[in-house]
């Protein structure tokens, strides 16, 4: 670990950084919030998997808001390279720089003053490198990524550095929390595996799920929210093509709720099923499985 | 502590998880920022530092409840105390308590919700029926199930399903129903507690090493087709999805960065008309992918039925890589499924519909290699041309029925190429009735194929 940036903790126990996510409205179970405080302790990138739906991006921009840091988002698609990721020269700007001068001075003098910071763009891992004020670092969905640029993502994320042969490299100034999610398209790199935490975000314990919605879904009585999670949960225990995620079972419950009912029964779950099931295979299955008798 | 988790890590890596050095450094780093007496959290921050696969999740927990298992875990100050537990402090029951009496407890206490009591209780029953001999090499699973008949599990279950269920509208279908998942997580917690608490008991007896010798902890893709039980075989199929969808990537993306083809010169010639006649941009053909033809001829008879559904399964999953795949199953008789597989897009539902609709048994339904090959070239030995690569999935164990390995090497001639896979690990190959190497001779190449990974690495070299 670094020396000079040891004792900057941002949580005391994983107790706190549990609450303070929840301060925010993102209710942790006891692994998420280990991780994180672990991924404060240990400077350590955190590597977020699970099925689509169950708060992985979500747990970045939360993080963010519970520490009043801001967020750097990098989306990954298939084909981005150093210049969107790390950092580009603004090659138009350097042009007319050349040009505007009459007559330019030695060619070593023009180097100099045209690879300097002012013609450089910051693309988001620098921007999170350099930043003075706190920030949350989000990397998303870094399964598109070839197996080829995974490795620029590797000093950034094992040294907090960024080395531009121009400049020279560039050390964080502070260690930004950092988050990759994966929805586990492709094997990631053993490399880029080992540098960083592992967080499973599977579909939520009953308890916890039930507090979710009871926290998000304005007007739903415990009952209901109870008869809610249990169906939901049946449903996942289904192969289903798609099975339904948290926000789908918030979905539903706020359809129950502005329906004025209180309660689940066989009628109300077959009508109201498309909420929480998209595709009609999965449909004709759930009914079947389920709701037949 | 540190000794511990490295031993931990140990047992990981021989269960085919990797660990890195880094990793369990990282594991000793996070279990000195952290209170160790919270077993969740050291469990969290094992599993963080040193698990990068979902996949690995169960082996971990294996492992880890031997390793960190409560008796070993947190006696006296809450610090990480090795000592043995002592055999006199296991809850038991007094002799006047009868086996009904306690399942009665048992009940009320899950009805209660009280876990602490329900853990006593659990803990006196398997001092009761367990009935364990300290010192025997085991994993334990027997003592479980003794415990669990004699608790008499499924009279369990119906007690308090009836119980429950007064307190509900019984012509609530759907609250019935889901009143049945809910017992069952119910009697899932009391199994698991059976669990716990006789690992515990053979842990402190022998120690978390050698029991972990002992139990069978492995990753879904190492598991044996020929000796998976359902439940195996449920992880699998779990398993066989996100794997195959990462095996798609990956092909796809290796056609896409293939090599370079050779030179096209015409059209080099005519970009450099733009360059004034200089060829200064060299234009190459695009490799044209090679796209297979599979033929898939498949024994679906008891004993290897489960591996070729896999094999079925991940083929069919991958079917965009190939030009055209064609399915046939035998046991003693052999029918194309071809169509059936080509109108469902379920696979699970398609593989269904193969084992009641192809009529694959002639005489006695036992596997008979030879009269399917026959009859295999008699009906469809027409169709199979330079450009078919076929594979034969079986085990060759024919039954003591003639070879008749000439028509293999029939189709052998006709065919582009000829695999085989077999099941079976190859020492056991030519043993009893298995007469694989009258077969293999005219095949390209004969594997194993005895779990996942090995079915994994054959689809990757043939596309």
């Known amino acids: ?293 | 502590m540190i000794k511990r988790v490295i031993e931990f890590a140990e047992a990981l890596r021989r269960s085919n998880v990797p660990v890195s050095l880094l990793e369990s450094i990282d594991a000793c780093r996070a279990l000195i920022s952290c209170d160790i007496s919270d077993r969740g959290e050291v469990r969290a921050y094992l599993f963080a530092t040193m698990i990068k696969d979902q996949s690995h999740q169960k082996v971990f927990n294996q492992l880890f409840d031997v390793f960190f298992s409560p008796g070993t875990y947190d006696h006296g100050d809450g610090g990480l105390s090795l000592d043995e537990a002592r055999p006199d402090a296991y809850e038991s029951f007094d002799d006047d308590v009868d086996d009904l009496k306690i399942r009665e407890l048992i009940k009320n206490s899950l009805l209660s919700g009280d876990e602490l009591q329900l853990q006593s209780l659990v803990s006196a029953a398997v001092s009761r029926f367990a009935g364990i001999e300290p010192g025997r090499p085991v994993g334990g699973v027997y003592y479980a199930f003794k415990t669990l008949r004699r608790l008499d599990i499924d009279a369990l279950k119906s007690a308090l399903f009836d119980t429950r269920l007064e307190e509900i509208d019984s012509s609530d279908s759907l609250g019935v129903k889901l009143l049945n998942l809910d017992v069952d997580l119910a009697l899932d917690k009391v199994r698991k507690m059976v669990d716990d608490d006789i690992r515990r008991r053979i842990v402190s007896d022998r120690g978390a090493e050698a029991v972990a010798r002992t139990l069978r902890a492995t990753l879904p893709e190492d598991i044996d087709f020929m000796h998976a039980n359902s439940e195996d075989l449920r992880e699998i199929g779990r398993t066989l999805v996100p794997l195959v969808h990462k095996l798609a990537t990956r092909l796809g993306q290796r056609r896409r960065h293939g090599h370079r083809g050779t030179l096209d010169f015409r059209r080099t010639i005519r970009r450099s008309i733009a360059n004034g006649g200089v060829p200064a941009e060299l234009i190459y053909h695009k490799p044209v992918p090679s796209k297979p033809e599979l033929v898939i001829v498949a024994d679906i008879s008891g004993s290897v039925a489960s591996f070729a559904r896999f094999t079925l399964s991940m083929v069919y999953a991958l079917s965009e890589q190939f030009s055209k795949v064609r399915s046939f199953v035998f046991i003693d008789e052999i029918d194309e499924v071809t169509d059936i597989f080509e109108s469902s897009d379920q696979i699970e539902e398609a593989l269904r519909l193969v084992s009641t609709k192809a009529k694959v048994v002639w005489q006695d339904g036992h596997s008979d290699y030879g009269r399917v090959m026959e009859s295999f070239v008699e009906r469809w030995g027409e169709e199979i041309t330079n450009k078919s690569t076929i594979i034969f999935l079986g085990d060759a164990r024919n039954n003591y029925h003639p070879s008749r390995s000439h028509v293999l090497a029939s189709v052998r001639m006709k065919a582009r190429a000829l695999y085989w896979l077999n099941p079976e690990p190859s020492t056991y190959w030519d043993s009893g009735d298995s007469i694989m190497s009258q077969y293999s001779m005219y095949c390209d190449s004969v594997d194993e194929c005895r779990n996942l990974r090995q079915l994994e690495s054959f689809v990757e070299r043939l596309v």
Request: with cysteine; glycine share 6%; aromatic share 6%.
């Open chain 1, 1 to 293: 670990m670094i020396g000079s940036k040891q004792g900057e903790f941002q949580f005391s126990t994983p107790l706190e950084a549990g609450e303070l996510l929840s301060g925010v409205g993102y209710l942790p179970s006891v692994e998420i919030s280990s991780v994180l405080f672990l991924a404060d302790r240990l400077k350590k990138p955190v590597l977020v998997e699970g099925p689509a739906g169950t708060g992985k991006t979500e747990l970045a921009k939360s993080t963010a808001k519970a520490l009043g840091a801001r967020l750097i988002r990098l989306q990954c698609h298939e084909g981005i390279d150093e210049s969107k990721a790390l950092y580009e020269w603004n090659y138009k700007k350097q042009l007319l720089r050349i040009q505007s001068d009459g007559s330019p001075g030695p060619w070593s003098e023009v180097e100099s003053d045209i690879f300097s910071e002012e013609f450089l763009l910051e693309r988001p891992l620098l921007q999170a490198i350099r930043a003075e004020d706190p920030v949350v670092l989000l990397i998303d969905e870094v399964d598109r990524v070839e197996i080829e640029t995974e490795a620029l993502l590797l000093e950034v994320l094992s040294d907090y550095q960024v080395s531009i042969p121009e400049l020279g490299t560039m050390e964080a100034k502070q260690i930004p929390l950092v988050f990759l999610t994966s929805n586990n398209t492709r094997e990631l790199s053993e490399a880029l595996k080992r540098r960083c935490l592992f967080l499973f975000l599977d579909y939520p314990e009953k308890d916890r799920e039930m507090e979710i919605v009871i926290s998000k879904v304005p007007g739903v009585s415990v009952t209901l929210a109870e008869s809610i999670v249990s169906f939901v949960d049946s449903l996942r225990e289904l192969d289903l093509k798609k099975r339904p995620s948290i926000s789908e079972t918030l979905d539903w419950a706020l359809t129950l709720v502005s329906l004025g009912l209180d309660a689940v029964d066989e009628s109300v779950a077959k009508s109201t099923l498309n909420v929480l099931l998209k595709y009609r295979s999965d449909i004709a299955k759930a009914s079947k499985a389920i709701l037949s008798s």
